[in-house]
């Protein structure tokens, strides 16, 4: 797995110890948020595969991800695959390539990531690429960004953005 958890830890501005209780060399330790734990007691190894916590056990690092960040299982797979330059869908409209992204509000956060990615899409598709966003509420945080839209209507923006 190409998982930085020191890196993931900085990013999304989780405490994380690299030595004292509890931490073996080389592992990054966080609070578990499995467990109700109030220290350091949940490790992940050094190649960022593996996870472990000193109260509750192992757990699969997705599934601790996932709970940190309160987020879903598509967003996680995401940020361990570090695929978020390259959007999540693209297709041709007569020899013209668009793109979709799909968020579900998780790159508010990394404002850095967000605007590199916004300007790789407009780099690569100019004015041919549509955020999706899983809610409502979610469309105006985006819509200062570029073109944003709910599940919904993609039918009806990309109809007008491919003008078919
Ligand atoms: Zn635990």
């Known amino acids: 797995m190409n998982f930085k958890a020191?890196?993931?830890c900085i990013d999304?501005?989780?405490?994380?110890?690299?030595s004292g209780n509890n931490?073996?060399?080389g592992w990054i330790n966080i609070t578990c948020p499995m467990c109700g734990d109030k220290s350091s007691h949940g490790g992940i190894n050094p190649n960022g595969g593996?996870?472990?916590c000193w109260r509750c056990g192992g757990h699969a690092?997705?599934?601790i991800?996932?709970?940190?960040l309160n987020i879903s299982y598509f967003e996680v797979e995401k940020i361990v695959e570090h695929e978020t330059r390259e959007p999540d869908l693209t297709f041709r409209v007569k020899g013209k390539l668009f793109a979709i992204e799909i968020e579900t509000g998780t790159l508010l956060r990394k404002k850095d990531q967000l605007e590199k990615k916004i300007k790789d899409l407009n780099g690569k598709y100019k004015n041919r690429w549509l955020i999706v966003v899983s809610k409502r509420e979610l469309v105006n945080k985006y819509s200062s960004?570029?073109?944003?839209?709910?599940?919904?209507?993609?039918?009806?923006?990309?109809?007008?953005?491919?003008?078919?």
């Open 65 to 68: 991800i996932k709970t940190l």
């Open 6 to 8: 020191k890196q993931f």
């Open 12 to 18: 999304y501005n989780i405490p994380y110890w690299e």
């Open 61 to 63: 690092l997705k599934q």
């Open 145 to 164: 960004f570029g073109l944003c839209t709910q599940r919904k209507w993609v039918c009806e923006k990309l109809e007008k953005m491919a003008g078919i």
């Open 50 to 52: 593996y996870y472990h």
């Open 23 to 25: 931490v073996s060399p």
